[in-house]
């Protein structure tokens, strides 16, 4: 496609070749020479300069009409520019409006969405704050309480070291910790308080019923000791950091033991109204940890005095099993009366295994006897229908309005096998 500049350029140079061929044949011809040529050359010439008019009237014709295009495809392009540049500003505007509008929206939706979270913001801290007073009121009043409870029991702790520090009330306080575990763990009579063993003089804080068998007594004597100097000596070199002092009070806290178990087993191990060892109750677990920390020291006791040595948490444990053993000795006792009730049942059953025997041999002569009158029964009756065939002929002649008619006997068998008569 040629743009409308180039399209007389086309014709110009249409025509100059033109003249030029018939240039180059005039002259070819005229080098043979004749008139004849001239004239055709004239034509040429005319038929030339008749072609560039009409060539530049087409031209001119071209140039108008292309101008005409060209004028109207300005003013369509402008009318579509025009009508592109209107469209385009008004989906502008329309943008910016519907734009405009979001951002007015989503304003107003983000000023709801901050007073609802501010509003539940404030909610929920008013609702902290009021949770967090109420515990610290709460937590004052428990702080307030336990220092009371402190005050109390910092009195009663110096009570207790008052009571402590006389021996006998010391001794008191252990004989009732002693009393209310056994109180716990035994049932009643299992154990006294008080008992004098024997006929010595010497009378044991509490005894404790041993489980024998023959319904016998054996008594366990338990003895409650509060070496409270000596445990307090080793308190207070172990706070201190002294480890001088508090050996020193370790041996004097161990010497201690070893008298108090030798008094005991030889006060309250005499058998047989005992048994051969006895117990030596500490009051705390504290006082026991000490004593177990050393060395050999409760197994010594143990193996040399024959004296156990129970804290507070392991004297349930052995009461338990002195109950578990009453439990076995009575199941023992049980079995035994079980098992000679069985031996009597068995000699009853031997007894009526006999009886049975002697009721089986006579149950079976009896059904001999009864086969045999059967048997003797079945053949009576062979024999009478024997004779009903013998006389079945006269039976027949007797029949009414014959001669015998007058007298007619009728043998038959039962199901028992019995013979029977009938007669009229």
Wanted: aromatic share 4%.
């Amino acid at each position: 496609m040629f743009s409308p500049v180039s399209l007389p350029a086309v014709a110009a140079l249409s025509c100059a070749l033109i003249v030029c061929i018939a240039l180059v044949w005039a002259v070819t011809r005229g080098r043979r020479g004749g008139r004849g040529d001239d004239d055709l050359l004239a034509r040429l010439y005319v038929m030339v300069e008749r072609d560039g008019a009409r060539q530049a009237e087409t031209e001119r014709a071209l140039t108008a009409r292309l101008e005409q295009v060209r004028h109207e495809l300005a003013e369509r392009l402008g009318a579509l520019a025009l009508s592109q540049s209107r469209a385009q500003g008004e989906a502008r505007l329309a943008q910016e409006t519907a734009l405009r509008d979001m951002a007015q929206q989503t304003a107003a939706q983000l000023e709801t969405i901050r007073a609802a979270v501010n509003e539940q913001l404030h909610k929920a801290v008013e609702r902290q704050m009021q949770t967090s007073f109420q515990r610290v009121i709460e937590q004052f009043s428990a702080m307030q309480k336990a220092m009371g409870e402190v005050t109390a029991m910092t009195a009663q702790i110096g009570d207790l070291k008052r009571l402590f520090s006389n021996v006998k009330t010391r001794g008191g306080w252990g004989e009732a910790q002693l009393g209310a575990i056994l109180d716990d763990v035994l049932p009643a009579g299992a154990y006294g308080r008080n008992m004098k063993l024997g006929d010595g003089r010497e009378v044991v804080e509490f005894a404790v019923r041993m489980p024998v068998r023959g319904g016998g007594a054996q008594w366990l004597a338990i003895d409650s000791k509060f070496p409270l100097e000596a445990y307090e000596r080793l308190l207070d070199a172990a706070e201190r950091g002294d480890a001088e002092g508090e050996r020193t009070a370790r041996r004097s806290l161990e010497a201690a033991m070893r008298m108090e178990s030798r008094k005991i087993a030889a006060k309250y191990i005499t058998p047989p109204v005992t048994v051969d060892f006895a117990v030596l109750y500490l009051p705390t677990d504290g006082l026991y940890a000490e004593i177990a920390r050393v060395p050999g020291l409760i197994d010594e006791i143990g193996r040399t005095s024959r004296v156990i040595v129970m804290g507070p948490a392991l004297m349930p444990a052995m009461l338990r099993t002195i109950h578990l053993g009453y439990v076995t000795l009575a199941l023992e006792e049980r079995t035994d009366a079980i098992a000679r009730l069985l031996g009597q049942t068995r000699q009853e059953m031997v007894r009526m295994d006999t009886v049975l025997d002697r009721l089986a041999r006579n149950a079976s002569a009896m059904s001999t006897s009864i086969e045999e009158a059967r048997t003797r029964t079945r053949v009576l009756g062979q024999k009478l229908r024997g004779l009903d065939a013998v006389e079945e002929a006269p039976a027949t002649r007797g029949r009414p309005g014959g001669a015998g008619a007058e007298f007619q006997t009728d043998f038959s068998v039962g199901d028992d096998g019995d013979a029977s008569c009938m007669a009229p």
